[in-house]
């Protein structure tokens, strides 16, 4: 009997969600640690964003979105600049964080919020809030 194994064949449905949601190939990543190293949140996330990111090639999906680095991530982009295969990782934090607050229902719709608070708030804090805590 002859086995082939094929990319398309080793993509996990989670693997494969977070690839249309970010945009990102997760299977670039080579593991070579550059993302971590810069990662200035690194020293209070769980699991340092290469960790991550095998999770997700792996398919471990509950590890991958109950890990809090997902939530620590400040999308400061320092990961993307040094990465050597051009994998952008807060777009697959982001890509995570959504399908775990998919996963939760966890939503604030816009409309929930104070008008006092929107008017006080700065935009673009309201803007990266509802990018990082709803979907």
């Known amino acids: 009997m002859k086995v082939a194994l094929l990319p398309e064949g080793l993509r996990s449905?989670?693997?494969?969600?977070?690839?249309e949601a970010s945009g990102q190939n997760?299977?670039?990543?080579?593991?070579?640690?550059?993302c971590s190293a810069g990662c200035p949140v690194a020293g209070v996330m769980d699991l340092l964003p290469n960790q991550v990111i095998r999770l997700v090639q792996l398919g471990l999906v509950e590890?991958?979105?109950t890990s809090q680095t997902i939530w620590y991530c400040a999308a400061c982009l320092t990961c993307a600049a040094r990465c050597p295969k051009g994998v952008d990782?807060?777009?697959v934090m982001e890509a995570l964080r959504e399908l775990a607050m998919?996963?939760?229902?966890?939503?604030l719709p816009p409309d929930r919020l104070p008008a006092e608070a929107l008017a006080e708030w700065p935009q673009q804090a309201v803007i990266g809030g509802f990018r990082k805590y709803t979907w």
Request: some cysteine; hydrophobic content about 30%; charged content about 30%.
């Open 13 to 19: 449905r989670l693997q494969q969600r977070v690839e």
């Open 26 to 34: 997760v299977l670039a990543c080579y593991q070579c640690g550059k």
């Open 89 to 91: 990782l807060p777009r």
């Open 63 to 65: 590890e991958a979105l």
């Open 102 to 107: 998919e996963r939760s229902g966890d939503h």
